[in-house]
T-cell receptor, first 112, second 114 residues
């Protein structure tokens, strides 16, 4: 089977830095994506890592360690609008086709 | 222009009814998906179609029947609705069956079964 684990909730202060971790157990791993979802909204793509290392996109960075089956999303200079749920998602190959499976999500609350 | 659009946004219905949700994407993508998000926000894949062909069917009850008339459209029909079907259903698309690193989601359909 496969599993993805993320913390359920994180609280951080406006202007600070926060890291949201994701550990996964799966076969056929191809890459790790991150999505943001505001309450009542749709998930929107943030970042993708297929190889080990850090990918930076503005205030958001994502890291992957394939050997540790671990990744994280780093949000810098937090803003109130960053309050949302964040999902990691693994892209795997199983039975000849590609599948994207989501973690349980981390609810980030940014406080003044 | 909305990239992935689904209708209706809200659907309230009685147990036992049949309902449909429609999805269209104007991105020129080959692959489309249905995901179900429950009250705990868990996003679970239900189906995936590539160029009108079903490629993923994730042990979903056969009361759920997807239909893809062309690669830009993927509809979901649900028969004999049950209380447990209440959830938000998201349509999504990707460039191709091997391009799942970035999914584009519709705004969701909140289904409430009473």
């Amino acid at each position: 089977g496969q599993s993805l684990e993320q913390p359920s909730e994180v609280t951080a202060v406006e202007g600070a830095i926060v890291q949201i971790n994701c550990t996964y157990q799966t076969s056929g791993f191809y890459g790790l994506s991150w999505y943001q979802q505001h309450d009542g909204g749709a998930p929107t793509f943030l970042s993708y890592n297929a190889l080990d290392g850090l990918e930076e996109t503005g205030r958001f960075s994502s890291f992957l360690s394939r050997s540790d089956s671990y990744g994280y999303l780093l949000l810098q200079e937090l803003q109130m609008k960053d309050s949302a749920s964040y999902f990691c998602a693994v892209r795997i190959y199983s039975g000849g086709y590609q599948k994207v499976t989501f973690g349980t999500g981390t609810k980030l609350q940014v406080i003044p | 222009d909305t990239a992935v659009s689904q209708t209706p946004k809200y659907l309230v219905t009685q147990m036992g009814n049949d309902k449909s949700i429609k999805c269209e994407q104007n991105l020129g993508h080959d692959t489309m998906y249905w995901y179900k998000q429950d009250s705990k926000k868990f996003l679970k894949i239900m189906f995936s179609y590539n160029n009108k062909e079903l490629i993923i069917n994730e042990t979903v009850p056969n009361r759920f029947s997807p239909k893809s008339p062309d690669k830009a459209h993927l509809n979901l029909h649900i028969n004999s609705l049950e209380l447990g079907d209440s959830a938000v259903y998201f349509c999504a698309s990707s460039q191709g069956r091997d391009r799942g690193e970035k999914l584009f989601f519709g705004s969701g359909t909140q289904l409430s079964v009473l």
